[in-house]
Structures are given as C-alpha cells and as structure tokens.
C-alpha cells in the first residue's frame, strides 16, 4: 500500500467496471465494498469483493442510484474512499459532494469541475475561452424551436442539435432546413427533459463526415496536467461507441501535439485532478478538430490507453486521490491497442438480448486482455447497459492488434443471451476499418 493510501473502498458501480476497479485496488492492499442490486448479487464484481452490500430493494436500479443509501453503505461498512466507476452517479456533481461531505475521499475530479463540463453550453464556452477549438455555433442554450432557427441561421445548415446537459450520445439529431430543426428541436427539448430535467439545446455546424477522437488526460495533484495520448472511437452505433483503437490512424504527429495540448488546456481550464477524457470531432475534410465533451470519469475504453503505455489508471486515479505521486509520465505507445465491447444485444440491429448465460469462454493468448462482468451461469438482466465484456488486444503494430482481435473474436463463446461477436467479425475483415480510412458513419454503411 502506497504511502496515504486508503484502506477501504467502496465501489458505486456493477459489472465489469466494479470488477475492474476492485482488481486494482485488492493489488494496491485496499478492502473492497461492492454495492448490488437483487438482480446483481451473483455477479462477479459482488463476489470477489471483501464486503457485499444490497442496496435497492425491489427496484434493481435504486442500488446504483441512491446517493443516500450509498453513502449510509459506505459509512457502516467503513469505507474510507468511494470510486464512482463510470455511468450512473459517476458525473453527478451532487454525488462528489456528498461524499466529499460525508468525511469520504471521493476517487473522481471536484464537483466544481463535474458541473462546469457538465452543461454542454457552459463546456464550450469556457474551452474556447481557453484556446481549445470549438465548432461553429452559439454561445447560449435555446429552449425552442424558433430560437434554435435563429442560430441556425448564422450557423449555416445542416447543424447538429444536442440536448445542453445530455451525454453517452444520447439527446442529439442533425437538421438539413428549418422544418426539419422545428421538429428535431421540439422532440429533443422534450426527451432532454424527461430524462436530464432540461430542455435547453445547443446548436452547433454539423460536419458529414468526422472522426471520433478522445484524449486522456490525468491532473495530478499539483496542477499538471499529463495528457496521455488519443483514441480513435469512431465506430458506433446511434451516436455510442462500439470499437476503440489508439492510436489513431487519422492522427499524425503535427495533429497530435496540436491534440495533447489542447488537452491539457482543457484540463487545466477547470483545475481538472484525477482521470478524464477530452472528446473531438475531427473534420475529414479539413483535418480540422473541435471540442465536443469532456468526461469527468474513467472511461469505458480506457484499457487500450494502458495497453499501449503500460501503466494502471484505475492505480493512477487512487494514488492521486490519496495524495501520492501516480508514478505516470507522458510518453509515447508501444504498439497499438483495440477494444472490443461485447454487448448482449443482436448484431445486425444492436436490439437489447438480455438472458441466462449457459457457456461463456473467454478468449486467452498473447496479446488479448478479457475485461468481463459475468461469467459462466450469470444472467444478464434487462435492467441496465448491455455491456458484457471488453476484449481488449494489444499487437506491435496496427496489422497485428488487426489480427490478434480476429482471433480474439473466434475464440470468445456466449451462448444464452444475444451478442454483437458476429458484428466484430464482419467489422474486422470491412475494408475501410483494415485500411484505417473510416468515419463515425462506417456501421451504417455496412448496415
């Protein structure tokens, strides 16, 4: 255990997330706290912690939602930290405060920099601010379909219509006309505030063809920020990610450097500490990039980044959180890295397929890394993300990563619930991925 270092951790998470961080964790000396749902108590992420805590009752999302009964769990258990993982209260400032206020260390950035990034208005504003690229578009939220006109048209069609405090994807159309954004901003506005409980949009150019970029960053405790290299996430489906590769193949040394520094900008614009994650869009055409989010959490993708460089973020985030020297330096990557997610969901249409798993083999060799939330006799319920498990491979070049994920993808074996193996496939043989010219529409063009 490193100087300062907590004893106990709580981890507000399921799946494969909570599985991973407690791995890190156990390795660094700490004691372990899972939280679960009913439906989650034979999960592997419960089982192999030191301590298990029900939390929910009958309703198998309260366990990961409420911050009251998570920080009551935390306090009777003894924790002494708590890591928010990603998803669920991992972005909510009202969380990082009430555990900050509980007397708990919270394993994440401030809850000041947790709101800033949070709107999505507030975010560009200040990174442009801050010398960060932003694309076109306005500087205030609009609340309807008149106003958001009235920006379009300085803006120029078509443009992107974004849900002000959305995230993961989700709460954003494009619009070619005006008749088309009267609609797109009535049905998002709605949406957006049934489920983030605002209906303030932001309109922004849209650019046909882009890639998916995203940096990693790490703010240490005495104010720098380590920009740790770029991922390509430009394979998704309905705007989620389903592939991430680092590097990227669209990126060259010049794009990189301008990449990293807009990063660390970024970062140091919202004093950021901790493990984040910068997201573009880069414009194919102009090879120019804008700023679209920043994630004020681990990522999902983040084990291609430690793939290539080596190091442990989850490690990383707990050192920093404790006050201690993270031992981790920028440097350059070693080889390439993909990730894989392994959804429960259908392949061709990527419907949800929930169920009870009768064979689950994961695949094993030199090169492949299995980040899994169930195992063999799990069941998958309904009531969350379909995210199964990550394969994540390593290879000493891009051709190699290529081929060791193929093989990866034959020796993986799920049989009870649907998956998207048989989409991993295809995308793998697709000429435009191998030959590393794609963009954020490749699975509707083979779809």
């Known amino acids: 255990m490193l100087h300062g270092m907590f004893a106990s951790l709580l981890i507000a998470n399921r799946g494969e997330i909570a599985r991973r961080i407690n791995r890190s964790a156990r390795a660094a000396g700490i004691r372990t706290i899972a939280i679960h749902s009913a439906a989650d108590a034979e999960l592997p992420h419960v089982t192999e912690a030191d301590t298990a805590v029900e939390l929910g009752g009958g309703d198998p999302t309260a366990a990961y939602l409420d911050i009251d009964a998570i920080i009551t769990a935390a306090r009777e258990a003894g924790a002494e930290a708590i890591h928010p993982g990603y998803g669920f209260l991992s972005e909510k400032a009202d969380f990082a405060r009430a555990v900050i206020d509980a007397g708990i260390a919270w394993i994440g950035p401030s809850p000041e920099a947790i709101t800033a990034m949070g709107d999505k208005i507030n975010a560009r504003n200040l990174m442009a601010e801050h010398g960060v690229p932003v694309a076109p578009g306005g500087s205030d939220p609009v609340a309807d379909a008149a106003a958001a006109i009235l ?12 849900a002000a405090a959305g995230g993961g994807g989700m709460g954003m159309a494009v619009a070619a006309n005006p008749e088309e954004l009267a609609a797109t901003a009535e049905r998002i506005t709605g949406f957006a505030t049934r489920l983030f409980g605002s209906g303030d949009l932001l309109i922004e150019r849209y650019y046909p063809r882009v890639r998916h970029i995203e940096v990693q960053i790490l703010g240490l405790a005495s104010g720098e920020v380590l920009a740790l290299g770029e991922r390509e996430c430009s394979v998704q489906r309905r705007h989620q990610k389903l592939v991430e590769e680092t590097p990227s193949p669209a990126v060259d040394d010049a794009l990189r450097a301008r990449l990293l520094e ?11 500490v901790g493990a984040g ?20 959490r681990l990522q999902v993708e983040h084990p291609i980044t430690e793939a290539v460089l080596g190091i442990d973020l989850v490690a990383a985030q707990l050192a920093i959180a404790a006050g201690d020297d993270p031992g981790v330096a920028e440097a350059a990557p070693t080889g390439h890295a993909i990730e894989l997610r392994v959804n429960a969901e259908d392949p061709k249409r990527f419907l949800p397929g929930p169920g009870t798993i009768t064979e689950w083999t994961e695949p094993t060799g030199e090169g492949i890394r299995v980040d899994a939330g169930y195992v063999d006799g799990n069941t998958v319920p309904r009531f969350y993300d379909s995210l199964m498990a990550k394969v994540i491979v390593h290879g000493a070049s891009r051709a190699e990563a290529i081929a060791v994920a193929r093989e990866a993808v034959k020796g993986f074996v799920i049989t009870g619930p649907k998956s998207n193996l048989e989409f991993h496939a295809e995308l793998l043989d697709n000429d435009e991925f191998v030959g590393g010219d794609y963009d954020t529409s490749i699975v509707g063009r083979m779809r």
């Open 151 to 162: 920006v379009a048209e300085s803006v120029g069609y078509p443009v992107m219509v974004k």
């Open 277 to 296: 994650t910068v997201e573009y869009l880069l414009d194919v055409d102009s090879g120019e990039f804008f700023f679209l989010e920043m994630n004020t």
């Open 262 to 272: 807009a990063s660390r900008r970024a970062g140091r614009a919202v004093g950021y």
